[in-house]
């Protein structure tokens, strides 16, 4: 069993819906990441979470402790937003991470 | 302000040669850390290092692979013997301190042949 779930696996949406992506993990966490992969490989870190909520441009996280999961929400959906997005949370020295969400928007 | 650099980003080694994989955090950060991803699987962290010390290689395989930072000069994963098994693209990540916000370099994409 992996410490942490993503869902949808796969994900493809029109440009402009709202999508969410869901990410619930089984260990105690210190903070939870989302992490954005782009076609091209490269990583950037998006959010880091220990409670509540954050927002960023068109993108909001939300983190749910005491039900060990959080959320991460894409307002107005852009072509440019496709890419896999990543679940991680830390716990001690390690991060686990999720298997991703691949995500395309259609123009 | 540069960001996390990796250096190569694409290496080749044949079965039994050695890989270096080199780190550069950002500026200011002293606490680095490596994952790989094996093609279609997801991200699994390796090994935590700050300056000159190795604080988690739990996720280290016991053999072959080693990792230092050392007080100067970037962080390496070396790799010895490597086999086709290790293919896989070596992501390093720095940041400024314990459990904060990690920043990703490009990454390392190593085929063994």
Known sequence: ?107 | NAGVMQNPRHLVRRRGQEARLRCSPMKGHSHVYWYRQLPEEGLKFMVYLQKENIIDESGMPKERFSAEFPKEGPSILRIQQVVRGDSAAYFCASSRGEQETQYFGPGTRLLVL
């Open chain 1, 1 to 107: 069993k992996n410490e942490v779930e993503q869902s949808p696996q796969n994900l493809t949406a029109q440009e402009g819906e709202f999508i969410t992506i869901n990410c619930s993990y089984s260990v105690g966490i210190s903070a939870l990441h989302w992490l954005q992969q782009h076609p091209g490989g490269g990583i950037v870190s998006l959010f880091m979470l220990s409670s509540g909520k954050k927002k960023h441009g068109r993108l909001i996280a939300t983190i749910n402790i005491q039900e060990k999961h959080s959320s991460l929400h894409i307002t107005a959906s852009h072509p440019r937003d496709s890419a896999v997005y990543i679940c991680a949370v830390g716990t001690g020295n390690q991060f686990y991470f999720g298997t991703g969400t691949s995500l395309t928007v259609i123009p």
